[in-house]
């Protein structure tokens, strides 16, 4: 009995410390206001003015206000080849539909946070994803439903789309709540196609991939193991490891001009 209520409160820690400790020390603004709020751009993205091939981008960055103390929010940019704007397109919980494609900067800061950059694909890679997503956003399955836990969300749109575009090679960090939403199913890919994953309801889940490595999803709360950084993963916080997370990238760049 002693075993298993140390168990218990091992896990109860483990589950509320990551938040905790984003709460306290993760620079998180829990009472901002979103009209205030920096949505500068940071430079991250290929300069479209100098960039002649297409460019598609992979992005998260914290969510606003409390909830960026458990989660980011995920979005994908794309910029056809010639194109001299991106187009950003991504779930919110204020859209009608949920779903939207829109002109806009790509490497806008989410609300005050600082977005990473996932994956950058450039020239014919690129103009093929650009192909493919277009053809594929009127079947993305909740474009009109937004719920941000346990999803579909942000990051269940973005899973889906890495999923249905063989050319992003991308996994999302842990914190992505709604990664792991399947709606009905049960079994799938993981979203970077190196693994599998169980999921019920993006509730309880697990997943094992080269990517991911090995997930353990409890209310959509992830614990697990990141081997390619050497780390582990924590509720909230993500990848705490010895190398860089494999699923960031310091900035976008393509082979003809550098990002900034």
């Known amino acids: 009995m002693l075993k298993l209520l140390v168990g218990v409160v091992i ?8 938040p905790l400790y984003m709460w306290g020390f993760g620079g998180i603004d829990t009472r ?9 751009s940071l430079g991250l993205a290929p300069d479209p ?5 297409a460019v598609v981008q992979v992005y ?7 909830r960026g103390i458990f989660a980011v929010h995920a979005w994908v940019a794309t910029k056809p080849e010639g194109a001299a704007h991106y187009t950003v397109h991504q779930v919110t919980g204020w859209g009608h539909p949920a779903l939207t494609s829109r002109i806009g900067g790509p490497d806008r800061a989410w609300f005050g946070s600082r977005p990473t950059v996932h994956a950058t694909l450039c020239g014919s890679q690129a103009e ?9 956003l009127p079947d993305y399955p909740y474009r009109d439903r937004y719920r941000a836990w346990p999803g579909p969300n942000s990051n269940t749109f973005v899973a889906w789309l890495i999923r249905e575009v063989p050319e992003l090679d991308v996994a999302l960090p842990s914190s992505a709540i709604g990664k792991d939403y399947l709606g009905d199913s049960v079994l799938a890919r993981t979203p970077s196609g190196t693994g599998m994953q169980v999921s019920l309801g993006g509730v309880l889940g697990a997943a094992v991939g080269l990517r991911e490595g090995v997930e353990l999803n409890l ?3 992830v614990l697990g193991i990141d081997p390619a950084a050497l780390g582990v993963k ?6 705490l ?5 494999a699923y960031g990238q310091p900035q976008g760049e393509c082979p003809d001009v550098a990002a900034g």
């Open 11 to 18: 896990m109860i820690l483990l589950l509320a410390g990551g």
């Open 32 to 40: 901002g206001d979103w009209r205030s709020a920096d949505r500068s």
């Open 49 to 53: 003015g100098q960039t002649h091939q």
């Open 60 to 66: 998260s960055a914290r969510a606003f206000n409390w």
């Open 128 to 136: 093929r994803a650009i192909e493919r997503i277009d053809a594929i």
């Open 219 to 221: 209310a959509g709360l």
């Open 234 to 239: 924590l509720p909230g916080v993500g990848t």
């Open 241 to 245: 490891g010895l190398l860089a997370p």
